[in-house]
């Protein structure tokens, strides 16, 4: 047990110095949060301004926009981290990995914390050039969120390192993930709510674990902590951390056959 | 002790797609009925054309995938039972090598270390000393992806080593390596054996197999052909191999002649001679000679040698390694054929 705590924290270190030494890595996780609050959001003001439903009471669209956005970077920062992994695989890192005693948990964890670090940064940008902007959020607030990104973090990372082992190709890789990104990226209401979408699509958007996320951080900015969205979006992405590890750790274990 | 035992151990890999003459998913065999038996401070040859199953055969030694059939033991460990304690046991450098490109050797050396158990300073330690010893100071601090081929193998081979193992097995440790940096890996591996490691390693080399290496089995199409030190394996060809040199033009007409002719075993030609494997060159070459004399063959030179590894493998699979080599490329005969996708095509 202690010394899968080491192997996990020796590797999640050598993946953050990696990923530290890399001048690309601010930059790139910079880069999307700036874009979509700079560029995107005030086309939304206007929308809400013109009758929308959020412009409510004295908080501004910002405290509406924000939480979509924060999900749409824990979704795609995290869902592509299967790339690196088909590298290692390609360079026999991972081989060589489980010939080592390190246990097959460790293996994983070291890279999906490293990748909860980067959400959490990126997290912490959104927040920071939100204020700006108008934000209104409180600590607590901002906490759950963080906690909220690392449920999602933890479920997806250990998700695209598992189709990664599968697929072992970024050929069949790309496909993959497209198939999935797409419909949990347009039936999340992540960037315009599901409140104006029509009946069908609405039950539809039921079946997206994504969905319950964007409603729980919605409420969360709104400064609704007790809304039955949050702690429901919380046992959900609690479970789906549980069966995405078992999966990956599966794969894991099989990864040379 | 014995470091390896073997004994039937096989690997049929399932086919992905069907065969598509007959609709059957037949599967690869890649490994069938493997007897091994390597002592303790040696260093054992695993030799093999493309396919034949040599780095199948280290996986499942190596903890990284289940045999289908077999009993083995690694340094005194059931294979099926003790993977842990194996691993604790054994280094293993891939034909892949797996350093992280983004990271200097040296940093590689220390993390492989710390994976082992062995504490931050017993792990800087030890890859200290391995700078040290395999000459890598002078790039031991640059990451990994500015390396020349030479150079990785070096990282790789001390990652092998960070734990101290008791078994090594390389994996094609000098492919791509020029004559020069070869030599001197040799020189590290022969160190290592001094240091007590018992080293097994494939290769496709023939000179490396008889210089390297105190025992060796031959390999092909996933069986065992030969086994035993490259002396004894020469002995049981017992025969002696005859080269005469001649004009480009006249090697085909020369080998008809020769062709058949009573003690000749085997006949090969190349550009400009004919290669004969013999059961005794003293009686067959007073006999071939006059022959091309006769029909007007001018003979420019004449050799006589005690057989090599490479007729031993010719004898015992029925071809020569260069042309194994060339078949298992073009995707044709036994083991090599079926598999889809797989490690055996490109090394
Ligand atoms: N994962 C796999 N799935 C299916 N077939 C496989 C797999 N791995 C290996 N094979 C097949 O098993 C056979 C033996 O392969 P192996 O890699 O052991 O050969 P090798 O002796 O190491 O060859 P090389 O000298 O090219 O490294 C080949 O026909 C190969 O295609
Ligand atoms: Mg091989």
Known sequence: ?257 | MDMIVTQGLCKTFKSKGKDKGTGKDAGVEAVRDVDLRVREGEIYGFLGPNGAGKTTTMRMLTTLMAPTRGTATVVGHDLFRESRRIRQDIGYVSQKGGAYEYASGYENLVLQGRLYGLTRAEARDKADRIVLQFDMADYARRIVQTYSGGQRRHVDLGMGVMHDPKLLFLDEPTTGLDPHSRARFWDVIRTLRREGITIFLTTHYLDEADQLCDALCIMDHGRVVAAGSPEELKREVSGDVVEIGLDPANVAQAAGLLEGMGGVCSLETTENSVKLLVESGETVLPAALPRLVQAGIAVARVEMKRPTLDEVFQKVTGRALTEAEIEAAAGGGGAGSGAGSGGGGWT
């Open chain 1, 1 to 257: 047990m202690k010394k899968a705590v080491v192997d996990t924290w020796v590797q999640y270190l050598h993946y953050m110095k990696i990923e530290l030494r890399s001048p690309f890595w601010i930059l790139a996780s910079l880069f999307q949060p700036v874009c979509y609050l700079y560029l995107f959001a005030p086309l939304l003001k206007n929308v809400s301004d013109t009758g929308g439903a959020s412009a409510a009471g004295s908080i501004g669209s910002i405290n509406s926009f924000a939480p979509g956005l924060l999900v749409m970077i824990a979704l795609f920062g995290t869902l592509f981290v299967g790339y690196g992994m088909i590298d290692y695989l390609r360079s026999g890192i991972i081989e060589r990995l489980r010939v080592t005693t390190a246990s097959r948990l460790s293996l994983l964890l070291g890279l999906v914390l490293r990748d909860v670090t980067t959400l959490l940064v990126q997290t912490a940008i959104v927040f920071v050039l939100s204020l700006p902007l108008g934000l209104v959020i409180t600590a607590p607030a901002v906490l759950l969120t963080a906690a909220l990104m690392v449920l999602v973090a933890l479920t997806i990372s250990p998700a695209s390192y598992a189709i990664a082992l599968i697929a072992r190709s970024e050929d069949a890789m790309g496909p993959i993930l497209n198939f999935f990104s797409q419909p949990l990226l347009l039936l999340s209401g992540m960037l315009l709510p599901l409140t104006l979408a029509p009946l069908w699509l609405r039950t539809l958007s039921d079946a997206n674990p994504l969905k319950y996320v964007v409603d729980a951080s919605r409420a969360i900015f709104r400064g609704d902590l007790a809304d039955p969205a949050v702690w429901r979006s919380f046992a959900l992405m609690a479970v789906l951390v549980v069966v995405s590890f078992a999966w990956s750790l599966r794969q894991m274990r099989k990864a040379t056959e």
